[in-house]
């Protein structure tokens, strides 16, 4: 009757010890996906940075173009003026300076060498934020790694 009760005893540790490793393996699982949702976040959000800094490229290029016309060159020289995606109309300007946005709803009459000095600055600041999300992305990742391996581990365990 001992000998029995020793080996029920042993049977149930096992089946205890394969069903926390269970668990404890379905909560690998649960914290891989939630890092892989951030990640693919981040992914998005660096996406989306990028596209803002392309587009602050192809501004400062605009504006170098501006600043390239001698004298009155800008009064009568004919230029496509983007209004929307894909969609330009001719103009002719009436002055070099531009309006540049400090705020969604504030603009302020500058120079193109001050616009261009401006949108440098803010494309510093945003290549600092790139930075720090991409290294956010890199530690997710090698959590994620991490996570795995021990998944694996616990798989294989008998």
Avoid: C, W
Avoid at 12 to 33: F, P
Avoid at 61 to 88: A, C, F
Wanted: aromatic content about 4%; charged content about 30%.
């Amino acid at each position: 009757m001992e000998e029995e009760n020793k080996e029920e005893e042993k049977e149930n540790t096992h089946n205890t010890g394969a069903g926390n490793r269970e668990e404890e393996l379905q909560k690998v699982i649960y914290q891989a996906k939630a890092l892989e949702e951030h990640a693919n976040t981040l992914d998005n959000q660096i996406a989306m940075l990028n596209g803002t800094l392309q587009e602050m490229q192809r501004t400062i290029e605009t504006l170098d173009g501006l600043s390239g016309m001698g004298g009155d060159e800008y009064k009568t020289r004919e230029i496509l003026l983007p209004v929307g995606k894909n969609v330009l109309v001719r103009a002719t300007l009436k002055s070099k300076n531009v309006l540049f946005g400090i705020t969604d709803s504030v603009f302020i009459e500058r120079t193109p060498e001050d616009a261009k000095n401006g949108l440098n600055e803010d494309i510093k600041k945003i290549n600092a934020v790139m930075e720090n999300l991409k290294k956010k992305h890199s530690e997710i990742m090698n959590k994620i790694s991490a996570l795995n391996e021990y998944g694996e581990q616990l798989a294989h365990q008998e």
